[in-house]
């Protein structure tokens, strides 16, 4: 069985969370007798289409972007080609130029979405667009949610719930490298004692200022793996305030995040807004069996950090409930361990990259064979 994964970004141009699922799902079904192919978007396209871990991942040219949207007039062409050729379209929501080239190129193949999140940020785009992400929605054979929760919290997947199953986002252990006792040692040596941890792109909605206002309250220490469009503003805070206890790492390669993660007392997650639609860096903490803080903002956030269990869950945005959250995991070694072991529990059974593989080679074969 052939699948052609389509997004508007993948590797090399790009590796977040999506595109990371992504490359999990391409590699695990693969020993489920299933061949997979990735189209996406590159200002570099001959350069960038390359074979990658086992699957192609072919570029069309990128023209320009608009409202976190990539446009391209070459990508009809690339889609036409690679959807003659597939059994099954996967495609990853949202990016309204999908919904277009879906509806131009008339395809006529079996055809999946896996609705990563809401559009949240750009409301008024989103009326003009409604009609056309409705008729898209409507033409899948099915819609995968990536939890219960945001499931149950999205309206627009409340009105397509009779075609809708929820796969949940899993992380393979073997992706990430097994980390050297002097990394460790060299990290130790860098970093405080005892601190807590972000891992994530420096966004709008991440609510890392109020991270920054908590470590100010409680004094303490806090390291931050990450860069973004916020990094600067949120500098100039540290900086304006003098919190010494505010350490930022920008990007770091995966042995060195790891490395650092378990040497933490645990994550912090403080994402306030619904942008945050599951959190794999909550995902990596469970897998190093790490103790949680994240927000209940009606996500998959508080599908994977399940509150007095994995860790603690707090509301949005309340620089109060965080600090005293904080306080908690800090002042309580036995808590905060007891914490990790269930959030390491609780990903072996419900976020390993396997399992969700082996759930999307069964759609795929459910898709195909009703048709």
Known sequence: MRVLHFFKTYWPDTFGGVERTIHAIAKGTQKHGICSEVLSLSPSPDTNTMLFDGHMAYK???DFEFASTGFSRDVFRHFRKLSKEADIIHFHFPWPLMDIVDLATRHGKPAIVTYHSDIVKQKTLLKFYRPLMSRFLRGMDRIVATSPNYLQSSEVLRAFSSKTSVIP????EGDYPVVAEETKARWRSRLPKRFFLFIGVLRYYKGVHVL???ARQTGF????????PTEDELKRTVHQQNLSNVHFLG???DADKVAILDLSLGLV???HLRSEAFGLSLVEAAMRGKPMISCEIGTGTSFVNLDGETGLVIPPNDTTALSQAMARLWNDDPLA???GVNARQRYE???????MAQSYAELYRNVAGSR
Request: aromatic share 8%; net charge negative; glycine share 12%.
């Open 221 to 228: 220490d806090v390291v931050l793996i990450g860069s973004g």
């Open 349 to 355: 059974v419900n976020f390993t990259a396997e399992r």
């Open 212 to 214: 920054l206002e908590a």
């Open 169 to 172: 986002l899993g992380l393979s």
């Open 269 to 271: 997650f403080p994402s």
């Open 337 to 339: 361990i007891s914490y």
């Open 251 to 253: 990007g770091l390669p």
């Open 60 to 62: 069309a040219k990128l």
